[in-house]
């Protein structure tokens, strides 16, 4: 007996996202089915490219065919993606900002020196690595970092309708206020124009189709901050802090910004998290203090979204202008780096599987 496409069906019903909690064929990921014979061959579009989950899945549709419909056959599951979209991609308004772009992720700590910058480079290109496409705008107007972790100092283009193009390096696109101005020239500017400059950052520059827009704030909770939240539907914020505890004095402050204007906090890093000597890699030594920010994510009831060590390839690749995720792959950091790209990833398709699209924050002040 020759095998049925709603034989097919029927088996992939019986494979559980594990994230979303519902079986494959219900949420619409099982395109191109293909029966020859019994050969059978599908597609299943998972929420994103960096799905930690993808093997594990993978290995659940071939089990399926095999178990309840011809244990002969010969399956071919191909794990594609179709990036699941925080606000309503694609309208008709012309005038809607960011109309691309399925979801942007704000990048922050309570106070600098934690490696926030690092950790939003990073995120952005292993999430490129894995097939996502990315943008990173740096939001530092007074402090920008990008130039110099992407190495470059080149001015971004501008078309004739007075919008900026983004550079482009590993996979990901670029725009910073150090784009823009000389490296040796400091940028003296009240808040008010701190908070303009960032705003064309996301109304005047040319984004086009984003799967992940990824945002490297300033440290704080202020101007730029209410700014972002009041122009754009933020998908949710990643908190970045190291174990110590005055750093985790200032990240509970970031948390409770973003849940007072009703961002969803996607989860807490916690960057220089221990040091292994190269020479010793079964030694860790906690020097800023251990499980900090876990704890903090704990404390917060937020998810803790993993460690990155702190290691000298970390600080050589963000000097040299080569992020450490494609500079060393198979370094412990650039390891932890994907891992944190794929919960971050998985975060986001929770969310958007479980909330309503976000809409722009609506501040009002009291006299």
Request: glycine share 6%; aromatic share 6%.
């Amino acid at each position: 007996m020759s095998i049925t496409k709603d034989q097919v069906l029927f088996a992939l019903s019986n494979v559980i996202d594990p994230d979303l909690h519902k079986d494959i064929v219900t949420l619409n990921m099982v395109d191109d089915i293909v029966i020859d014979n019994k050969n059978v061959s599908f597609t299943v579009n998972l929420t994103t490219p960096a799905c930690p989950m993808k093997d594990q899945i993978q290995r659940a549709c071939e089990n399926a065919i095999h178990h309840l419909v011809d244990k002969t056959a010969t399956v071919h599951a191909t794990m594609s993606s179709k990036v699941t979209a925080t606000q309503n991609v694609g309208v008709t308004n012309p005038n809607e900002l960011l109309k691309d772009v399925k979801n942007i992720i704000a990048v922050a700590s309570g106070k600098g020196g934690v490696g926030k910058s690092t950790v939003a480079v990073n995120l952005a290109v292993s999430l490129a690595k894995a097939g996502a496409k990315v943008g990173l705008v740096d939001t530092d107007v007074y402090g920008p970092s990008i130039p110099t972790m992407f190495d470059i100092n080149q001015k971004p283009n501008i078309t004739t309708q007075k919008k900026l193009v983004p550079l482009e390096k590993y996979g990901v696109k670029l725009l910073s206020m150090g784009f823009l101005v000389d490296e040796n020239e400091a940028v003296v500017w009240r808040g008010p124009m701190a908070s303009s400059a960032v705003r064309q950052f996301l109304t005047e520059v040319l984004w086009g189709e984003l799967d992940y827009l990824v945002m490297d704030m300033p440290p704080g909770t202020g101007d730029i901050q209410l700014t972002i939240v009041q122009t754009v539907p933020l998908t949710g914020a990643v908190i970045v802090s190291t174990p110590q505890t005055v750093a985790l004095d200032d990240a509970k402050k970031g948390i409770a910004m973003f849940k007072k204007v009703n961002v969803p906090v996607l989860g807490v890093v916690e960057n220089m998290a221990y040091f292994t000597p190269p020479d010793m890699p079964d030694k860790k030594y906690y020097i800023f203090g251990q499980d900090g920010a876990k704890n903090l994510a704990e404390q917060w009831a937020v998810p803790f979204i993993g460690e990155v060590p702190l290691e000298q390839t970390i600080r050589e690749g963000g000097d040299e202008g080569k992020p450490v995720s494609i500079d060393k792959p198979d370094s412990l950091s650039a390891q932890a780096f994907d891992e944190i790209a794929q919960r971050v990833a998985q975060q986001i398709s929770i969310r958007n599987a479980d909330a309503p699209p976000t809409e722009k924050v609506e501040i009002l002040f009291k006299p």
